[in-house]
């Protein structure tokens, strides 16, 4: 059973331009959660979805950074016209329920130029 | 409220020896406590969880204390080995009211077990 898949495993933007990571959940797992973690410190939520539907996005930055979980595919987290202080790394969770223990992903790294 | 905070930042063991790793929380809300294990360039791996009904929790050389009434719980490590060296984060969440998975972090503490 493959874990929680994330891809791109590291990205390189410009200021200015347009990150997408994704994450493939854990099979048969449909809530996802997107985390960030800045360098020398531990995670932060940002946002918590089931298919098609946002349940809590209380940890996101209120402009820039939006986040999609679809009926078909990946999830993806967008961030637009990033900045230097975007560089991180990105984790996606996932979980059978919101009741579940949740699974962590690889990463995403994303350094801004 | 939502802060949970761990100390130390860094701890050096030496092999055979135990690891202690603490972290202290203000939410009573909070009644889901894992701890995770992260090595460099790697997501963080689940190691052991709690929950406020019980005081301990044993899973092979790792166990978890918890003092509802302090608002502590911490991390022991028997038998510490140089591949236990990496960083642990403690967490918490309120799993009966939210979810599981909206976990507040601690800082971390980056553990380096010499041979």
């Known amino acids: 059973n493959a874990g929680v898949m994330q891809n791109p495993r590291h990205l390189v933007r410009r200021r200015g331009q347009e990150a997408r990571l994704r994450c493939s959940p854990m099979?048969?797992?449909?809530?996802v959660y997107w985390y960030r973690q800045l360098p020398e410190e531990g995670l932060k939520f940002m946002v918590y979805l089931q298919k098609e539907n946002i349940i809590d996005e209380s940890g996101m930055p209120k402009e820039r950074f939006s986040a999609e979980f679809p009926k078909e595919g990946p999830s993806i987290l967008r961030i637009q016209q990033v900045v230097r202080g975007d560089s991180a790394a990105y984790f996606c969770?996932?979980?059978?329920?919101?009741?579940?223990?949740?699974?962590f992903g690889e990463g995403s790294w994303l350094t801004v130029v | 409220q939502q802060q949970v905070k761990q100390s130390p930042q860094s701890l050096i063991v030496q092999k055979g020896g135990i690891s202690i790793i603490n972290c202290a929380y203000e939410?009573?809300?909070?009644?889901?406590f894992p701890w995770y294990q992260q090595f460099p360039g790697k997501g963080p791996a689940l190691l052991i969880a709690?929950?406020?009904?019980?005081s301990e929790k044993k899973e092979g050389r790792f166990t978890i204390s918890f003092n509802k009434s302090a608002k502590q719980f911490s991390l022991h490590i028997m038998d510490s080995q140089p591949g236990d060296s990496a960083t642990y984060f403690c967490a918490a969440s309120n799993a009966g009211g939210t979810s599981y998975g909206k976990l507040t972090f601690g800082q971390g503490t980056i553990l380096t077990v010499h041979p």
């Open positions: 099979k048969g797992h449909s809530h």
């Open positions: 939410n009573t809300a909070f009644d889901y």
């Open positions: 709690i929950r406020p009904d019980v």
């Open positions: 969770a996932s979980s059978e329920s919101r009741g579940n223990t949740i699974y």
